[in-house]
T-cell receptor, first 115, second 112 residues
Framework: DAGVIQSPRHEVTEMGQEVTLRCKPI?????LFWYRQTMMRGLELLIY????????DSGMPEDRFSAKMPNASFSTLKIQPSEPRDSAVYFC?????????????FGPGTRLTVT | EDKVVQSPLSLVVHEGDTVTLNCSYE??????LLWYKQEKKAPTFLFML????IEKKSGRLSSILDKKELFSILNITATQTGDSAVYLC????????????FGQGTELSVKP
């Protein structure tokens, strides 16, 4: 299995531009998680999906952030408009929930720099 | 508020030393505790603990959970420079769809 795939790996954009991050979870996994990691705040959960349905988006910082999961093999995280404080590494993770404890597998991350 | 606290935040040791990393938690409806290792890339899974007193072991790494005192430790014996990384502790709560709450991590540096 190729693992969780994220693109792009690096993104540099100017303030005010729209940014779209993409994630392909591990085939057969039914849950997907978006995280943001910074030195100051560590690893923060932004939003997660079970069976393509958003379950908890309380971690999304503000309305500029949105996420979708149109099918079991693809998700996007969009920031519009982007701001310098959005600069961080964004991780996508997936897992299989079958009623018992499990682990999440992380993608390689997208390093976002907003200038 | 649910929280996971790790200590120390950073640690510097020499090769061959043994280290103990700590993770305490306060969450409602605890389900499992997980340890991850993060080098300069994505976190990679180490252990999942669900029951008290049962040690999980993988090579020089081991971990144990105490659900009464609400903490876990991660031990690394005979450390090597390749063990240098940030070690993350996370707690999963029951009926939360797999949501994990992460601690702030312990940055371990192993000097030759």
């Amino acid at each position: 299995d190729a693992g969780v795939i994220q693109s792009p790996r690096h993104e540099v954009t100017e303030m005010g531009q729209e940014v779209t991050l993409r994630c392909k979870p591990i085939s057969g996994h039914n849950s997907l998680f978006w995280y943001r990691q910074t030195m100051m705040r560590g690893l923060e959960l932004l939003i997660y999906f079970n069976n393509n349905v958003p379950i908890d988006d309380s971690g999304m910082p503000e309305d500029r952030f949105s996420a979708k999961m149109p099918n079991a093999s693809f998700s996007t995280l969009k920031i519009q408009p982007s701001e310098p404080r959005d600069s961080a590494v964004y991780f996508c993770a997936s897992s299989l929930i079958r009623g018992q404890a499990y682990e999440q597998y992380f993608g390689p991350g997208t390093r976002l720099t907003v200038t | 508020e649910d929280k996971v606290v790790q200590s120390p935040l950073s640690l510097v040791v020499h090769e061959g030393d043994t280290v103990t990393l700590n993770c305490s938690y306060e969450v409602t409806n605890f389900r499992s505790l997980l340890w991850y290792k993060q080098e300069k890339k994505a976190p990679t899974f180490l252990f999942m603990l669900t029951s008290s007193g049962i040690e999980k072991k993988s090579g020089r790494l081991s971990s144990i959970l105490d659900k009464k005192e609400l903490f876990s430790i991660l031990n690394i014996t005979a450390t090597q420079t390749g063990d240098s990384a940030v070690y993350l502790c996370a707690v999963e709560m029951d009926n939360q769809g797999g949501k994990l709450i992460f601690g702030q991590g312990t940055e371990l540096s192993v000097k030759p």
